[in-house]
């Protein structure tokens, strides 16, 4: 969520969560994360419990 936007970072999370693209994670309790394979650079997005 923090490349959102420039100000997403100072957000509250659970605001962001009804807005970040993903509609079930705040009724899931969950963070999506950013992550990117070393080998082939390849981007991902993975829902972690909180």
Sequence with gaps: ???YDDY???MP??????E???PQD???EECPH???C???GQDSVKFIKE
Excluded at 13 to 18: A, C
Aim: charged content about 25%.
């Design 34 to 36: 950013l992550l990117k």
């Design 26 to 28: 705040y009724q899931r």
């Design 13 to 18: 999370i659970d605001q962001m969560k009804m």
């Design 1 to 3: 969520m923090d490349f």
């Design 20 to 22: 970040d693209g993903y």
């Design 38 to 40: 070393p080998s082939c």
């Design 8 to 10: 997403s970072a100072y």
